[in-house]
């Protein structure tokens, strides 16, 4: 395994302001609540395009690591990008946490896991097309303009990756087949106000948003599928924190309070809590696979 972590900046005016809450327990939520919620879309991935030692595979969005180190426990070589310094950093311990069980020495981790400024042109000074494989995990389809971002992430990207190399997308499936939706709607009647003055709010997914990044990155789509990723968490505190960890409060808590959003968050939720305090919503995700030029 020979992983490498990348810290990626991309300005968006619109969420330069988000709510300055504590960055790393907001980070570790995510590592330790919501991320592995998408392990279903990342087993599923690997397992359709056979990830393996032979595949070297740049993560855009990496988040705290998990799908990274899922690739990596099946050989593969992981680059990681990502705009949350925290994040990087938990993804970072989990990498070099587990380089022993891969094989590779501690100290020979250290040398490769790294930090950089920069974008995805950037990562590590690599040479073009050192990668036959891009993943974009981070599901599309809940706030407004994100496929922009991942269009212009992918540009940068693209260069880095072999002609023909396979890029995989994610994006949240129809609102009718995911019952987080109804929870995440919460987000969006809070930032009306905000939303009036320009802010990024809350919106339902598109049939066609996974498709519509890829024709905007030149990309040639090549299969699709459907993945179940129920979120289930250990009680309502948990589901708030992971929840409030993804970020898609951000805006609801600049134009009302946290308090008030976390308040309006769990009076969403008690409709899915069972009988024994746990919490528990089912959601399809869509992927994409196309194919770069």
């Not at 407004?144 to 990207?157: F, I, K, Q, R, V």
């Not at 134009?255 to 959003?261: E, I, L």
Request: a negative charge.
């Amino acid at each position: 395994m020979t992983p490498t972590l990348v810290r990626h900046h991309r300005h968006d005016p619109n969420t330069a302001s988000a709510p300055a809450t504590d960055a790393g327990a907001r980070a570790r939520d995510w590592a330790e609540i919501q991320e592995r919620m998408l392990v279903p879309l990342y087993e599923a991935a690997y397992d359709r395009l056979e990830v393996g030692p032979a595949t070297r595979l740049l993560g855009l969005g990496c988040g705290s690591g998990l799908a990274l180190l899922i690739a990596a426990s099946r050989g593969a070589h992981v680059t990681g990008v990502d705009a949350d310094p925290e994040r990087v950093a938990l993804a970072r311990e989990r990498l070099l946490a587990d380089a022993p069980r891969a094989g590779g020495a501690p100290e020979e981790a250290k040398e490769t896991v790294r930090l950089y400024e920069g974008d995805s042109a950037q990562v590590c000074g690599d040479a073009p097309r050192a990668y036959n494989l891009v993943t974009a995990f981070e599901p599309l389809g809940c706030a407004a303009g994100d496929s922009e971002g991942l269009a212009a992430a992918l540009e940068s990207a693209i260069p880095l990756a072999e002609r023909g190399s396979e890029v995989l997308l994610a994006g949240w499936g129809p609102p009718e087949r995911c019952a987080t939706s109804a929870v995440l709607r919460v987000a969006s009647r809070l930032t009306e106000t905000l939303r009036s003055g320009g802010g990024r709010g809350w919106r339902p997914a598109l049939r066609d948003d996974l498709e519509d990044v890829a024709s905007r990155a030149g990309l040639k789509p090549d299969g699709s599928g459907r993945v179940a990723c129920p979120f289930g968490y250990a009680d309502m505190d948990s589901a708030v924190r992971g929840l409030l960890s993804t970020g898609l409060f951000d805006a609801a808590v600049r134009a009302t309070d946290p308090g008030q959003v976390e308040k309006e968050l769990t009076e969403a939720l008690h409709p899915h809590v069972r009988r024994d305090g746990t919490v528990w919503m089912s959601n399809v995700f869509r992927y994409l696979i196309a194919r770069t030029p």
